[in-house]
């Protein structure tokens, strides 16, 4: 055919696009790995079939977080039974809870509100009432 | 056959593109100013999107233009009626 040219557009236009969003992803992915120091720690329980938040001062919280705007938060999520999943829809916040394991995740809230805090992982038979209340405090 | 300079003016602006994310200011985290993953998730989903769309619209044009060339080359062969 002899037209090697249209191809080499074609592959150099995607390729470079590819690269684009490529390199774009890696970023955000590093900047969400990055826990910032200053971050407050808050474990994160899960089980059958409710939330408890544990605060560093050893207070707790059950179906409800307090947490305060423009602060950052860590969350050390656990789980006591099966595998759940750590889900705040409103702030693109998923991790899953596994038993015997400690998953991190951060974020820092920007807005005060009231937010769903949800279970993202079929837990059995009330999974779906398995909600808390995210209160983000001004 | 294809020349080093086609290489370099097809790719070049490409991979410069793909470097300005990671020369952009606005990642920078200033005191106090924390990094918002509800913006930026987002914000990487939009361009991840239009990059989807674009490499489609890409490969449909060429795989169209390379049908129709061929088709065109072919208008000698007969038709039986």
């Known amino acids: ?138 | 056959m294809v020349s080093t300079r086609f290489y370099v003016l097809i790719l070049a602006p490409l991979l410069s593109a793909s470097l300005i994310p990671i020369l952009d200011p606005a990642y920078a985290q200033e005191e106090g100013q924390f990094f918002n993953r509800r913006i930026e998730i987002w914000s990487l989903f939009y361009k991840l999107m239009t990059a989807a769309f674009i490499v489609g619209a890409v490969v449909n044009g060429v795989i169209l233009f390379i049908v129709l060339r061929f088709r065109e080359r072919k208008t000698k062969r007969e038709v039986k009626v």
């Open chain 1, 1 to 138: 055919m002899g037209h090697t040219i249209y191809e080499w557009v074609y592959i150099g236009v995607v390729v470079g696009i590819l690269i684009w969003v490529g390199a774009d992803s890696w970023l955000v992915e590093k900047h969400l790995e990055e826990i910032p120091e200053e971050a407050t720690t808050i474990r994160v329980v899960a089980q059958q079939w409710f939330w408890t938040f544990e605060h560093p001062d050893g207070t707790k919280e059950v179906g409800e977080l307090h947490v305060k705007a423009g602060k950052a938060y860590r969350f050390e999520v656990v789980s006591k039974d099966v595998i759940h999943s750590f889900n705040v829809p409103y702030f693109v916040m998923t991790m899953d809870a596994v038993p015997g394991r400690v998953n991190k995740i951060w974020f820092a809230p920007a807005e005060p509100g009231e937010f769903l805090i949800q279970c993202r992982e079929y837990c059995g038979l009330l999974h779906y009432q398995m909600r808390a209340k995210l209160i983000v405090e001004a």
